[in-house]
């Protein structure tokens, strides 16, 4: 199975950042959550050195062309994930390009020169400044890079405190998921089935092929059945919530999945909710043609 998504969100960011997006394009930003699931390393930490000597280097696997990436030096104040016992660790960004000149003002009687909008750009990193980084290894080089839609957070202030302590209960399902799935509260074991169904359903940053690889029996069956417990109306910018996981899930007819239709309000009554008819077609898939059906992951393929 070939992966172009990646590839294209990939380039796209780097397209971002060398030149700027083309007028009225805006890519989306992940949710810390989201970033912290697809990224290797997740870090609280100070830039402490920006290196004088740019990298020419791919932007992502299979780039034909290379870009000049500054380096910073980051010391780890706090590792979140990936990271293990590294005290430093080096993060490629490529620095937006200079502010155009001004442009004369037009005379009187022409016509104004459209106003080009500037390009949205992953922050350049500055020495002294603390960041929550989120970040893949570079395929070449020895630096991690930051992807695009990936961008850091502060890690100064009240908000910045509540971000690290969401993102540590996050990344602790990833640690574990087995305990996250024993919980002995329903909300517990729903959230983690969720946030699992995000890591495993997640591609790669930086695009390339990937293959599709089932969890264990037990634990899939585990995920599944706390998913479908769980609460799909409640959504939490935190984390993961059941319906976005159960889109993640990619069902199709194959998998002996028919989607739901929307029911239509009766007279002055008002509509139904969607997600709720979608989690109940679930739970009835899950007792019947589901009941088999294995949670798969989605990995860069081997070469």
Do not use: C
Not at 53 to 58: K, L, N, P, Q, Y
Not at 195 to 209: A, F, N, W
Not at 230 to 252: E, H, K, S
């Amino acid at each position: 199975m070939r992966r172009f998504l990646g590839v294209v969100f990939a380039a796209g960011a780097v397209v971002a950042l060398a030149t700027g997006p083309a007028p009225g394009l805006m890519i989306a930003m992940k949710s810390p959550a989201e970033r912290a699931l697809s990224a290797d390393v997740v870090v609280v930490g100070k830039v402490t050195a920006i290196e004088q000597d740019a990298v020419e280097a791919v932007p992502f696997p299979g780039a034909p062309n290379k870009v000049r990436f500054k380096v910073a030096v980051v010391k780890v104040e706090s590792s979140l994930a990936g990271a293990g016992t590294l005290t430093h660790i080096k993060v490629g960004f490529v620095p937006p390009p200079p502010p155009a000149p001004p442009q004369p003002a037009p005379q009187p009687g022409l016509v104004r020169p459209p106003i080009r909008r500037p390009g949205v750009f992953l922050p350049e990193l500055k020495e002294g400044e603390e960041y929550i980084l989120f970040l893949v290894k570079h395929p070449e080089t020895g630096f991690y890079v930051m992807p695009g839609r990936s961008p850091p957070l502060t890690a100064k202030g009240d908000e910045a405190k509540k971000e690290i302590e969401g993102l540590k209960k996050v990344l602790g399902v990833v640690a574990d998921p087995a305990k996250a799935l024993a919980a002995e509260k329903l909300d517990d074991r729903a959230f983690g089935a969720a946030v699992l169904i995000s890591k495993y359903r997640t591609y790669p940053d930086l695009g390339g092929e990937v293959e599709q690889v089932p969890v264990p029996v037990e634990e899939s069956r585990l995920i599944l059945k706390a998913l479908a417990a769980g609460d799909w109306t409640r959504f939490d910018r935190t984390a993961p919530n059941g319906m976005q996981a159960f889109y993640q899930l990619g069902l199709t007819e194959q998998d002996g999945w028919v989607a739901p239709k929307p029911v239509p309000a009766q007279p002055g009554q008002p509509p139904a909710n969607f997600n709720l008819v979608v989690k109940e077609a679930f739970v009835k898939w899950l007792d019947g043609p589901g009941k088999d059906y294995r949670v798969k992951r989605i990995v860069p393929k081997k070469q």
